[in-house]
């Protein structure tokens, strides 16, 4: 895959992992402190801007990591349905359709690289959502004294998320594993 691709889907797995450190800071120390953070993002200059980018991909990095070791599980049960419980396989057609097709390196890449974003929000949706009712349970902050209707909020916006982010990185991982399987499959049948 081209590192570019992969620099700006750790970026982006990054900053949503900053955010969500973000709302636990708040909730341990409060958030008086976001008017200064406002003030120090305003008047950035470029060194702050890309030392801000490099902790985001490092940030990214290893959030990356632990949520393809969160979201491992699914994806080897699609793995085994998909291949009929052979596994070795699936590594098998993938290395041949990375290694010897450049039009099928460069869909199964387009479509790992979404799958790696969506991964990321499949894990940092959910922890984002409750944390967020926690934040409003200890202090009320969100929408004044709306502090019901606020968890109501805060609980669909974050399960709709969460649930699609689900749903489209299930869906995505069972078609990416699909096209894995048919390049497999093509090019035994050409070999033979």
């Not at 793995?79 to 290694?99: G, M, P, Y």
């Given at each position: 895959?081209?590192?570019t ?5 750790l ?11 973000f709302?636990v ?28 980018l ?6 990214g ?24 419980d052979n ?22 890449e ?12 499949v ?29 109501t ?17 299930h869906?995505?991982?069972d ?18």
């Amino acid at each position: 895959m081209k590192t570019t691709a992969i620099f700006a889907e750790l970026l982006i797995i990054g900053v949503m992992t900053i955010l969500l450190l973000f709302i636990v800071f708040g909730i341990a120390v409060g958030t008086q402190w976001c008017p200064t953070l406002l003030v120090l993002i305003k008047g950035a200059n470029l060194l702050m801007s890309v030392l801000v980018l490099a902790l985001a991909y490092i940030i990214g990095i290893i959030a990356d990591e632990s949520c393809d070791s969160i979201t491992r599980p699914l994806e080897n049960r699609v793995i085994k349905r998909v291949f009929d419980d052979n596994s070795s396989k699936a590594w098998e057609f993938q290395a041949r359709a990375l290694l010897k097709s450049s039009e099928a390196a460069t869909g199964l890449e387009y479509m790992r690289g979404r799958i790696r974003i969506l991964r990321a929000i499949v894990v940092i949706a959910p922890l984002a959502t409750g944390l967020g009712i926690a934040e409003i349970l200890l202090r009320g902050t969100f929408f004044g004294s709306l502090k019901l209707g606020s968890i109501t909020l805060v609980a669909i916006v974050g399960s709709l998320l969460s649930a699609s982010a689900f749903f489209t990185y299930h869906h995505l991982t069972d078609n990416y594993w699909r096209r894995v399987k048919e390049f497999g499959q093509k090019e035994k049948e050409e070999y033979n």
